[in-house]
């Protein structure tokens, strides 16, 4: 049993001067001959223009992920883990001083990354706090974040992160899965805001 191929239907070309009419013999063809496509060039400049820059700027995205030191995937994280900290307390007051005025906020640290690396990333010990006010004026205003912080989470849990911890060595790999981890989780809360 042969199958028969259907033939193409003649097709008007492209190229408004010529107008021939001709038989493609491939998918796709708008032009009648290679001196048309000459003239239907520069129509489809832009696009191979814009197709060379994205592979460009994809080729270089590459290379620059490969000289990232571990401090750069370091604060790759910690900026994925406190736009995921402003999401989750979107809405509340700053947990310092109360405010709930039109300010803007931040991820503030009870213990500091510099006191308490290994607790850099822990969602317990990182609230919203005013920026300005708070978190740069006065330090992080811990004689303000305290009380609220012991009212929000309970003693227990406050004991816990006041108390020793063992040290934190993260690998790039864990930092990477860290903030692709912390994307999807912001990604999903502003979608439920938003919802």
């Known amino acids: 049993m042969t199958i028969e191929r259907k033939q193409p239907r003649p097709k008007k070309c492209r190229v408004t001067a010529c107008g021939a009419s001709f038989v493609p013999s491939r998918m796709g063809q708008a032009v009648c001959s290679p001196a048309c496509a000459l003239i239907d060039a520069p129509r489809h400049e832009p696009k191979a223009r814009k197709a ?23 604060k790759d994280t910690q900026h994925a883990f406190n736009a995921w900290i402003r999401a989750r307390d979107a809405g509340q007051p700053c947990i310092s001083c109360g405010t709930t005025a039109d300010v803007q906020y931040c991820a503030g640290h009870y213990r500091t990354t510099a006191a308490s690396p290994e607790l850099r990333f822990e969602p317990l010990n990182v609230h919203l706090q005013c920026n300005k006010n ?3 004026s006065k330090s992080g205003n811990i004689l ?6 012991l009212e929000k989470i309970g003693a ?3 004991a816990w992160i006041e108390g020793p911890h063992e040290a ?28």
């Open 156 to 158: 227990e849990k406050l």
């Open 168 to 195: 934190k060595k993260y690998t790039v790999e864990e930092l990477k899965a860290m903030t692709a981890e912390y994307r999807a989780k912001t990604k999903e809360l502003k979608k439920g805001q938003a919802a």
């Open 134 to 136: 708070c978190n740069l």
């Open 52 to 74: 060379l820059a994205d592979i460009e700027r994809k080729d270089i995205k590459v290379r620059k992920e490969k000289l990232k030191s571990r401090a750069d995937h370091l």
């Open 144 to 149: 303000g974040y305290r009380p609220r912080l």
